[in-house]
């Protein structure tokens, strides 16, 4: 969520190593004519998305080693946390 728009990501695993993304922004239909706003902050978006994707890699590639017992997220992280959290609540992990 933004202040004036929402991106939206869909993400679809293909394989173990492999997912698919798709970036949707939603806007007010009273901006929809600012196409230079629009792709900037689609380059902004996908920019910091990379950098995150990065890291996510970087991960993904140490938790195959099988040494990583316990990770902890970042105190930025506060949708990951509250995701896990209702994770452990419903399931037996």
């Known amino acids: 969520m933004q202040k004036d728009h929402i991106v939206w990501i869909k993400s ?8 698919e993304l798709v970036l949707v922004t939603l806007a007010p239909i009273s901006r929809l004519k600012d196409d230079d706003y ?5 380059r902004i978006t996908s920019n910091t998305l990379n950098e995150d ?18 990770m ?7 949708a990951l ?13």
Do not use: C, D, M
């Open 72 to 78: 902890t997220f970042g105190r930025f992280e506060g």
């Open 81 to 93: 946390h509250q995701f896990n959290q209702r994770i452990k609540k419903y399931t037996k992990f």
């Open 12 to 19: 679809r695993p293909i394989s173990a190593a492999e997912t």
């Open 38 to 42: 629009w792709e900037k902050n689609h």
């Open 53 to 70: 994707f990065v890291i996510g890699e970087s991960i993904q590639a140490g938790l195959a080693t099988g040494g990583i017992e316990q």
